[in-house]
């Protein structure tokens, strides 16, 4: 059973490309851990609210979710990293879901 965890974020247009460094410098750290399969990125780029961004990470199940988290944020320098992305996120927009494969 894989799961997905997605971040749906809407973020200043001036802080767009910032923004976007950061999550560049984030994937190193996920790169090093086992348990996140894959991360992918959207922008909107039609309808809806313009810079608003989803993030996907893929992971086997739940449990991996729960390894993964307190494994990520004992890396040095990732805690700082996170809170510096998540303060270019609009306050009140960042919305966080767990989708479950069912087939």
Do not use: C
């Not at 410098?25 to 348990?35: A, C, D, S, V």
């Not at 922008?43 to 992971?59: H, K």
């Amino acid at each position: 059973m894989g799961i997905v965890v997605a971040f749906e974020a809407h973020v200043r247009y001036e802080n767009r490309q910032e923004y976007l460094k950061l999550l560049e410098k984030r994937e190193k750290f996920f790169e090093e851990l086992e348990e996140i399969k894959s991360v992918k990125i959207y922008q909107q780029t039609f309808g809806g609210v313009a810079d608003s961004y989803i993030e996907l990470w893929e992971m086997d199940n739940m449990t991996d979710l729960d390894k993964f988290l307190p494994k990520v944020y004992r890396m040095e320098g990732f805690p700082e990293l996170a809170s510096m992305i998540h303060g270019l996120i609009e306050p009140g927009k960042l919305e966080r879901k767990i989708w479950t494969l069912i087939k």
